[in-house]
């Protein structure tokens, strides 16, 4: 059974930044593609970034050349490295590790990490 715990959310300032954690229990840590999500309030989910099982990611337009995202297969953990924070990037930060069907992966998501960006 995977589980994954965000870790590393709380209140900055604008032009500040954050170091998401997402630590992952379970097997197949290094099979899985993962993700960080966000949700603001009155919002719906949206994609932040992504990084597949090579290293390749990609990112959403609005966090583009802002955020990081990276991985340690050693210590099954997935970053999301946030700078030039906003206050529009308040919201609560999902990690996930994608639905693989043909590999027997389920989504998995994690329980969320508040960040708050003050003006």
């Known amino acids: 059974q995977v589980q994954l715990v965000e870790s590393g959310g709380g209140l900055v300032q604008a032009g500040g930044s954050l170091r998401l954690s997402c630590a992952f229990s379970?097997?197949?840590?290094?099979?899985?593609?993962m993700g960080w999500y966000r949700r603001a309030p009155g919002k719906q989910r949206e994609l932040v970034a992504r990084?597949?099982?090579?290293?390749?990611?990609n990112y959403a337009a609005p966090v583009k050349g802002r955020f990081t995202i990276s991985r340690d297969d050693a210590k099954k953990t997935v970053f999301l490295q946030m700078s030039s924070l906003k206050p529009e990037d308040t919201a609560v930060y999902y990690c996930?590790?994608?639905?693989?069907?043909?590999?027997?992966?389920?989504?998995?998501w994690g329980q969320g990490t508040q960040v708050t960006v003050s003006s």
């Open positions: 996930n590790a994608a639905a693989a069907p043909a590999l027997g992966f389920d989504d998995t």
């Open positions: 379970g097997n197949d840590f290094d099979a899985r593609n």
């Open positions: 990084i597949d099982v090579i290293g390749i990611t």
